[in-house]
């Protein structure tokens, strides 16, 4: 009954937003995504036991923890353009059925989440 999914999975995101009772859509700009990738990827290079599971952590050699999948990088390039305008729609189409938070920035974010910590959801 109770549930919070993350992700884009964008062929059933009809179904699943019109079982929510609480939408949170991270709008960023694509610079900030993509910014956060490599992010991602330094701290998996130079301190693994920080971005990923410990025993995956310790098995892995460098030389494999230096890998950037293409497909995401492609997939957050072209967001904005190919799947954000249907995810949109989606959210518009509830019509008032669902909390719905559209958080553009790390600063809205942190607010929504200090909310959240104070046991204010929108």
């Known amino acids: 009954d109770k549930w919070i999914i993350d992700g884009n999975y964008i062929n059933s995101i009809h179904h699943r937003l019109h079982a929510a009772q609480v939408v949170i859509f991270l709008d960023f700009p694509t610079s900030v995504c993509m910014l956060g990738i490599f992010q991602r990827l330094i701290i998996q290079l130079w301190a693994p036991e920080r971005a990923l599971p410990k025993p995956i952590a310790e098995r892995r050699s460098f030389r494999n923890r230096f890998y950037l999948d293409p497909n995401l990088v492609q997939m ?43 046991n204010r959801v929108p």
Do not use: C, D, K, Y
């Open 76 to 118: 957050v390039w072209q967001f904005r353009t190919s799947t954000r305008p249907r995810v949109l729609s989606e959210i518009a189409g509830l019509n008032g059925a669902a909390r719905i938070a559209v958080l553009r920035t790390r600063a809205e974010m942190n607010g929504f989440l200090a909310g959240i910590a104070g």
